[in-house]
């Protein structure tokens, strides 16, 4: 485990701040988060970050992958625990919030090729490798203080669009599933095959605004269509893992790149797996899982630090965007990880 301590006398505020609040258990009101706060929101990289975001929506969405698409820089900020309040972001969230489909789901500028079985031109569309992350941005950062937990209650917007993503789910996970705009477009897999991506984004985005279906032991009872399609999806998640070698539903492989440390929460690998299932009290129970927390212990230095294995270009200028010496970022997600689990 890494030292506290060390996370806590970090130079990079975001680092001091989260682990106040999730590892040191301090509330938003303590003088030490609010001091910290105040240096996140203030530093040049902070700020540096916001001001891309207000040239919301960006490029036309080429690839899911891209780590330098805007809605994944969006996502990030919601992590560090940026909120609406915070300077320049209700400029972008209201950006975002101007082009919702008729489900609830943001829409990107996307195009797809006629080749691929989309209509070749620009349009506003989503796509479940997308629209989840975007209602998990927007939910976590659309309130009144970074310490109000989300809720996807009956009758908000937010619970409409929940609802219509579980009933989107299937007894597999969540399959490859795009808005009519794209046409026929469908990614290189089996309808009757899970999107691994797809079912790790919505189940980060249930994990956070559902609290009941994260905390619940087994799959919820009868009539209770969130804890049961969540269910479903961790156990895709970990079925793909224990049958790594054989089984790559879309092509998402959980080989060797998948298994190098890598921030931030960009793509499908094994840190963001993690950080979703340890989530769920019953995904931790899992020997699976623990399997892959195993792993992930055995990468510690010996002071406890991670050390990105893999590294993202867009974000260079971060501590995580290098692989030669410990990121404290990534020291605290890891270190996050496996809190959950000694809690049980």
């Known amino acids: 485990m890494v030292p506290l301590d060390r996370l806590l006398a970090s130079p990079y ?4 701040y989260r682990s106040l609040l999730d ?7 303590h003088e030490r988060v609010r001091d910290a706060r105040q240096q996140m929101v203030s530093h040049p990289l902070v700020l540096q970050l916001a001001e891309c975001l207000r040239s919301w929506p960006g490029t036309v969405l080429a690839s899911h992958k891209s780590a330098g698409q805007l ?6 900020a919601a992590d560090l ?15 975002v919030r101007i082009h919702r489909s008729g489900e609830g789901f943001y829409q990107l500028p996307t195009q797809v090729p006629v ?24 939910a976590r950062m659309a309130r009144p203080g970074p310490s109000v937990l989300p809720a ?24 490859c599933v795009v808005s009519r705009e794209l046409g026929r477009f469908r990614g290189p897999g089996k309808k009757s095959d899970p999107c691994p991506y797809a079912t790790l984004l919505v189940l980060k985005l249930l994990a956070a605004v559902i609290p009941s279906v994260r905390d619940g032991a087994g799959p919820g009872p009868a009539g209770d269509p969130a804890s049961a399609a969540a269910a479903a999806g961790i156990d895709s998640l970990l079925d793909c893992w224990e049958h790594s070698l054989v ?33 769920y009290r019953r995904a931790r129970r899992d020997p699976r899982l623990l399997e892959m927390r195993s792993l992930l212990l055995s990468k510690a230095d010996p002071d406890g630090l991670y050390t990105p294995e893999s590294a993202w270009k867009a974000w260079e200028d971060w ?3 290098q692989k030669k010496a410990p990121s404290h970022w990534l020291s605290f997600l890891a270190c996050r990880i496996l809190r959950r689990f000694e809690d049980g």
């Open 13 to 16: 505020p975001w680092v001091v």
């Open 23 to 29: 590892l040191a258990d301090l509330p938003e009101d």
């Open 71 to 76: 809605y994944h820089r969006l996502a990030f």
């Open 81 to 95: 625990g940026l909120c609406e309040t915070d300077t320049g972001m209700a400029e972008v969230l209201s950006r």
């Open 115 to 138: 080749h691929f079985g989309g209509t070749g031109e620009e349009t506003w569309a989503w796509a479940l490798c997308d629209a989840p992350l975007l209602l998990y941005a927007e």
């Open 152 to 175: 996807a209650g009956e009758g908000s917007e937010l619970g409409r669009a929940v609802s219509a993503l579980v009933a989107l789910g299937r007894e597999f996970g969540w399959p």
């Open 247 to 279: 089984r790559h539903p879309y092509m998402f492989y959980m080989g060797t790149d998948f298994r190098k440390l890598k921030a931030p929460f960009v793509w499908y690998d094994l840190l963001h797996v993690l950080e979703v299932l340890s989530q």
């Open 319 to 321: 501590d995580f965007g």
